[in-house]
């Protein structure tokens, strides 16, 4: 059950489709409202291949896997506190706001940290190895005295 691949023709179908939000790389959006009125009528019984007939979108174009995938999305965005907007702009991996100088403390802090925790690591296994020297040196003068 792979996805479909689109060619141009169906790719401008779908484009001008007032429920279509966007086409990138193959991967298709719809909007928020349309996401809506979907989730209401699936929630009436209807398939799903039969809404995207209802709203003039042609589902053997979509194919298989990408209507079963949106209507598991449906379902699952449905119980969300944000419904169904698209948060993908929202979460991006970039600091949002913050200064270069800002960017820098955070990345220094960070390094301060990392030093800290590199140093107690250090001293613990100076510990470790002092312990096992004095453990092997009780361990060979019980060996001689006897």
Not at 2 to 22: G, I, M
Not at 31 to 46: D, I, Q, S, V
Not at 84 to 98: C, I, Q, T, V, W
């Amino acid at each position: 059950m792979s996805r479909k691949e689109l060619n141009t023709e169906e790719l401008a179908e779908l484009r001008d489709s007032p429920y279509v939000a966007s086409i990138i790389a193959g991967r298709i959006n719809f909007t928020p409202e349309f996401k809506r009125e979907a989730y209401r009528l699936l929630m009436e019984g209807r398939t799903m291949r039969s809404i995207f007939e209802e709203h003039g979108i042609d589902s053997g174009i979509l194919g298989d896997k990408r209507i079963w995938s949106f209507t598991h999305k449906l379902r699952t965005n449905a119980d969300r506190d944000e419904g169904f907007a698209d948060l993908r702009r929202d979460n991006s991996r970039k600091p949002s706001g913050e200064t270069r100088e800002q960017a820098l403390a955070a990345r220094v802090e960070q390094l301060e940290h990392e030093l800290a925790y590199t140093r107690q690591e250090v001293e613990f296994l100076k510990k470790i190895h002092t312990a096992d020297l004095e453990a092997r040196k009780s361990w060979e003068s019980r060996l001689r005295q006897k």
